[in-house]
């Protein structure tokens, strides 16, 4: 072997060496971070909102924190890995309060039970709903689009990111009480609902405002009505079902933050603590707004229990009227 390759086979050992050390250190950060778990796909609104949390959370508490998507099961897959976690702090779930709420309304195999297997943490974010047509399309108003689905049943269909939601059940509603005898179709999340709205396979969609506030100001969609109690920030310029005739559907839902049961009362109020400064951040309030969520200081866990109950109490009515049984 010659002298000049040795310099070169050196040079190569060590640029090795570093990406091997890189590696280990890349997992060994991965395994050392905190797990905070999605319940619905990358790229979503649920996720865009869930991110601007984590990065400020990172800085909060000190540490790395990782976004874990894992959709399915209109939220009980995500509730089910969170179950399974070792409750040490490390792990929290950020969703809606139908997953434990709802859910164990309609599915008679749930595999978890919300009263036994989480800790709440705080509330995170409320939601108003929309339903919202292709912008191209004939309808501009409700009450237009009401007429072509009570007239033509390929226009009574309505797509929901997930059945055995408060989402299903808003469908449900409103296909009662606007006698237009809608079939809901689910979805596994918002982008994929979007899509089909976009591409002419469904007519209709109805989700939170976070799916449609960016489609609606770019001109790709319109949302028809919204569920708010009063108008949508984001959309000042779209009536309220309340408005148009529907006061009982004046109703949205709720993220809110939880962790295994068992976790030590300290790891809670660590994260509790940590989501009061965070979602207490002007830009953290304006970005949650932008994206189409409604920004909420954060709550104590016993408010997180308060507010399942209002929730119960208010759905309980709907879900029995309305037939529905999951797997």
Known sequence: ???????????????????????????????????????????????????????????????????????????????????????DGRTVLNTLLDTMVIAPMVYANLRYDPAKDFAPITMVTGIDFGIAVKAEGPHKTLQQYLEAARAKKDQAFVG????????????????????????????????????????????????????????????????????????????PEVPTFKELGYPSLAFGTAYALYAPAGTPPAKVDEWNQAMRKVLALPEVKQRLQDIGYTPMAATTPAAVSAAESRMREQWAPVVKASGFKGD
């Open 1 to 87: 072997m010659s002298d000049r390759s040795t310099p070169t086979i050196l040079a190569l050992r060590r640029s090795l060496l570093a990406a091997a050390l890189a590696a280990a250190s890349g997992a060994a950060l991965a395994q050392d971070a905190l797990r905070f778990i999605v319940p619905f796909p990358a790229g979503g609104a649920a996720d865009s909102f869930s991110r601007v949390i984590v990065e400020k959370l990172k800085d909060e508490m000190k540490q790395n924190i990782v976004v874990e998507n894992r959709p399915g099961a209109s939220t009980r897959l995500a509730a089910e890995l969170l179950k399974g976690a070792p409750p």
């Open 160 to 235: 929901v990111s997930g059945l055995g939601s408060t989402l299903h059940f808003l469908a449900f509603e409103f296909s009662r009480l606007s006698k237009s005898d809608m079939t809901v179709v689910p979805f596994q999340g918002g982008p994929a609902m979007v899509t089909n709205l976009l591409g002419d396979q469904l007519p209709t969609a109805m989700d939170g405002l976070g799916v449609f506030v960016a489609h609606h100001k770019a001109g790709r969609v319109r949302v028809l009505a919204t569920s708010g109690e009063a108008r949508a920030v984001q959309l």
